[in-house]
């Protein structure tokens, strides 16, 4: 019986993409297959959450679908999370929870 081949834990879009979206939750520590070499992800990475497929820079477009959908704003390891405390969207503003955790910041990027 021929064996099957196990499901990627991260799925790329289009092969222009430099990030990939986690099919499953994934654990810090955990090692990943990105573009044929064994990277070891710093931190968990929720279901559907966006990975770095490369290093990234700040001011980097950051392209999924083949299209950008926003800008870094400070280094991303390859295999790093990408969300708003690292990206900031091109289009719309980005809100998150102050230190309060009841009033919002937001960034007009």
Excluded: W
């Excluded at 070499?37 to 929720?46: D, E, N, Y």
């Amino acid at each position: 019986m021929p064996s099957q081949a196990a499901a990627p834990q991260l799925l790329l879009m289009s092969p222009e993409d430099n990030c990939l979206i986690a099919r499953m939750p994934l654990s810090a520590g955990e090692l990943v297959d990105i573009d044929g070499t064994q990277v070891t992800l710093p931190a968990a990475v929720p279901l559907g959450y966006k990975v770095a497929r490369v290093p990234l820079a700040p001011g980097d477009k950051v392209l999924r679908y083949g299209a950008p959908i926003g800008s870094v704003t400070a280094p991303v390891a390859r295999g790093a999370v990408l969300h708003i405390h690292n990206l900031a969207s091109d289009y719309m503003p980005t809100h998150t929870l102050g230190d309060d955790s009841q009033s919002f910041i937001g960034s007009s990027h």
